[in-house]
């Protein structure tokens, strides 16, 4: 089981948590991109690529034995910021819907570029499974 780790007094975070605290088996996820199984990109649009990359992450975690309620971290790369800023509201409710509304630490980094030309997105992922 994890817990979100919020200081008192501060600022409750919006859709993460300061730090979390977990223990059990770790399950790591490299960085996944908006493409597909056949690393075909579903879409040049970023909130659709992160969807994807959402959707990416939680077929790995299934692969170990883990669900996206173990997700305890994630690092979020994007080439864009003020695009995705823009998307927040496509980009919450793809998170909202394959990953839920956990308290995991996050972090989101702009980036000059990622590997894959065509990727806006690329998002890892750390998750505990509880013992």
């Keep these: 089981m994890s817990r979100a780790l919020l200081p008192p007094g501060w600022p ?31 879409s040049d649009d970023l909130a659709d690529q992160a ?8 077929a ?11 997700i305890v971290r994630m690092t979020w790369y994007v080439t864009d ?3 995705y800023l823009a ?3 496509a980009i919450g409710r793809a998170f909202r ?9 996050m972090t ?7 590997i894959e030309d065509r990727a806006k997105v690329e998002i890892e992922a750390t998750a505990v499974v509880p013992d």
Excluded: T
């Design 12 to 42: 409750r975070p919006k859709g993460y948590a300061n730090g979390v605290a977990a223990r059990g088996r770790m399950v790591f996820v490299s960085g996944m991109i908006g493409w597909d199984a056949e690393e075909r990109f579903v």
């Design 108 to 114: 989101a980094v702009e980036v000059a570029a990622l």
């Design 51 to 58: 969807r994807q990359a959402l959707a990416n992450i939680v």
């Design 81 to 83: 910021k003020r695009e």
């Design 87 to 89: 998307a927040g509201a």
């Design 60 to 70: 790995v975690l299934k692969e170990g034995g883990a669900l996206p309620a173990h």
């Design 97 to 105: 819907e394959l990953i839920g509304s956990y308290s995991i630490a």
